[in-house]
């Protein structure tokens, strides 16, 4: 009976039901079709524990700063400010662009929020300036995975509670990857203004710094009370999302203010966006009883080893799996589906828990720019009207970039690990 179970989450998936579901009642099904319904009396305490996590709590408050951010204002003094530092290099404006994801990256930790965010502002001002708008927006999409990596990041409280990992590690531990990954970046965007004559901003054009910084200050706050506060253990990761959702309420009455619908529509899509991670969870759950009663992860380990991969070429095959999942899956579900399969084994092959993290979230991050299902592109080019397989043509060197500084990050841990090791976050 059980081969009729994967047949059932098909017909589950098709029917447009929600993931959660999909996860969940497949799972149910297979607790029945396996004879092991004896142990779905336990399930219900599987589920609290997986969901009963105190740095979760971190996850809603980072949400909702970022929304508040979102709709305060706050994108113009990033732009202004990112502008004032690199606009009036070769191919300004792509600069701009990026180091305006750094910037947001700490902020909304969201890369679709990026997306969406400089989409409406960014890329026309592009195009007025000569820019492709295919090229425009390939470049605001492969930015806006600076936002997954860098803290706060979401995914990687989600993880980080998968895993039972410090959340405050894997926030200091994403600093260099994502500062890494804009390198690459300004690299590629200097490589084709030079190859297609990208235009500088004028210097009559260009904010000036002082009055930029001073502007951005309010914005700039919020990374550096996270971050900061962590480091120096004022803190733990859910009290600093605490804090910095009324520096996000001040930030944004700082620069626009906020009216009360703001407030409402920040408040509805933080408990939609939460409720709907929270179902993963606990479909999650589930699917972990499952496999740890079917010793799914021995068994994985098993073939591992009889395959003779060994430590590293494990890892090169789990790599190629999570690019692969991260091409047609949200974020969270791949990690939920993937991680308690397949991160056992690596971390029994000697892989450190946070710097398996930070190589996980990016990966699935790049898969938000990779065609067919790339959530970013599909962002972008909703937004912008660009054609979806034009944009997706033209983002595909920036993809290649990543997957390099995502070969970088496997072949040196030191780069993630350092920065929490020497913070005394991680041993």
């Not at 599987?46 to 700063?65: N, Y």
């Not at 890892?315 to 056992?344: E, H, K, S, Y």
Request: aromatic share 8%; proline share 6%; charged share 10%.
């Amino acid at each position: 009976m059980i081969w009729l179970v994967p047949l059932a989450a098909a017909a589950f998936l098709g029917s447009g039901l929600a993931l959660a579901y999909v996860i969940g009642g497949a799972a149910v099904l297979t607790f029945v079709a396996s004879d092991n319904t004896r142990y779905l009396a336990v399930l219900p305490q599987k589920v609290f524990s997986q969901i009963s996590v105190f740095s979760l709590l971190a996850m809603p408050l980072f949400i909702l700063a970022g929304e508040l951010m979102n709709r305060g204002g706050v994108t113009k003094s990033l732009i202004d400010l990112s502008m004032s530092l690199v606009g009036r290099l070769r191919g300004g404006l792509g600069h701009v662009n990026i180091m305006t994801s750094v910037f947001f990256a700490g902020i909304s930790g969201s890369a679709i929020a990026d997306a969406a965010a400089l989409s409406n502002t960014l890329v026309p001002a592009m195009k007025e300036r000569g820019y492709t708008d295919a090229y425009a927006g390939a470049i605001t999409a492969a930015s806006s995975i600076i936002g997954p990596i860098v803290p706060p990041s979401i995914i990687l409280i989600f993880y980080g509670s998968l895993m039972q990992t410090s959340v405050a590690a894997l926030f200091v531990a994403g600093i260099l990857p994502g500062l890494l990954l804009a390198l690459a970046l300004f690299g590629m965007n200097a490589w084709y203004a030079w190859k297609e004559d990208h235009p500088r901003v004028e210097k009559a054009d260009a904010p000036r710094i002082l009055p930029s910084i001073g502007a951005a200050l309010p914005a700039l706050s919020l990374p550096l009370i996270i971050v900061g506060g962590i480091i120096f253990g004022w803190m733990t990761p859910t009290e600093a999302a605490a804090v910095a959702v009324f520096a996000a309420c001040l930030a944004a009455f700082f620069y626009t203010g906020l009216s009360w619908s703001d407030i409402s529509e920040s408040l509805s899509r933080t408990a939609v966006l939460t409720g709907s991670i929270f179902m993963i969870l606990c479909a999650v759950a589930a699917f972990g009883h499952l496999a740890a009663l079917e010793r799914i992860p021995q068994a994985v380990a098993a073939i591992v080893e009889r395959m003779g991969l060994g430590p590293i070429g494990f890892m090169v095959a789990m790599n190629v799996i999570f690019i692969l999942a991260g091409m047609v899956l949200d974020i969270t579900v791949a990690l939920a589906l993937l991680v308690p399969l397949l991160a056992p084994v690596a971390l029994a092959n000697g892989a450190d828990p946070v710097h398996l993290g930070i190589v996980i979230c990016f990966n699935l991050s790049i898969g938000l720019v990779s065609p067919p299902l790339g959530g970013c592109l599909l962002i972008v080019s909703s937004v912008t009207g660009v054609r979806y397989w034009d944009l997706a043509r033209k983002v595909i060197p920036f993809v290649i970039a990543e997957i390099a500084v995502l070969a970088v990050l496997v072949a040196f841990p030191e780069i993630s690990i350092w920065l929490p090791r020497a913070m005394g976050l991680w041993h």
